[in-house]
């Protein structure tokens, strides 16, 4: 090879060197957060429920499924059920409690809120109490990142039914990543609390 063209190749090779250091070199750095993966929210949409086996209303997602939970003979004043979303992985858990021992189901339903004390951060609570429809109840967010069940609630009309509800999602809790699907959820059950009837 001629030294003239060693020494085109080497003062290009240099251009190139030189182009791309000033190139890849910045200034500043920033480091970005962690990422996510990108879960894709149905469109908000509600239908009716209303079934002759139980003694209530309320509005439920369409992208959501009412699913009966067979009675057991030693509650024989007890109904169970799920409202299952999919796509979203996710469960609330009903009971219905007629004629209860409003003080017991109470009870009960601090001792559920308690077990998630020991992973909680804090716990807001809102009350329902709305004397013409004869309901009247809470909604509780737990929160904190371990936290299994970020929603629990009750409602009832001080007499013949007591209703208790919870949030799981199917996945190892991670309430931080899943942040957006809680929020999105949220939004239904404050629709059933406000929407609930008893018959």
Not at 47 to 54: G, V
Request: hydrophobic share 40%.
């Amino acid at each position: 090879m001629k030294l003239s063209s060693w020494l085109k190749m080497a003062g290009f090779l240099c251009i190139v060197f030189v182009t791309v250091l000033s190139i890849s070199c910045r200034e500043t750095y920033t480091p970005k957060p962690r990422a996510y993966m990108r879960i894709a929210m149905p469109e908000k949409a509600y239908r009716d429920f209303d079934s002759t086996a139980y003694p209530f209303t309320f509005r439920i997602p369409v992208y959501a499924q009412f699913i009966p939970v067979p009675a057991k003979e030693e509650y024989p004043n007890t109904q169970w059920a799920d409202i299952r979303i999919p796509g979203l992985n996710a469960k609330i858990y009903l009971s219905h409690i007629y004629k209860p021992d409003i003080d017991s189901c109470l009870t009960s339903t601090l001792l559920f809120i308690q077990r998630h004390m020991s992973k909680a951060t804090g716990v807001d609570e809102w009350e329902t109490n709305n004397p013409e429809e004869h309901k009247f109840g809470y909604l509780y967010h737990i929160k904190g990142k371990d936290v299994a069940s970020p929603y629990q609630f009750y409602l009832t009309d001080s007499n013949l039914h007591f209703i208790r509800g919870s949030l799981y999602i199917n996945c190892v809790p991670n309430n931080d990543s899943l942040a957006p699907v809680i929020e999105f959820l949220r939004t239904d059950i404050d629709t059933l609390l406000q929407s609930w009837a008893w018959k």
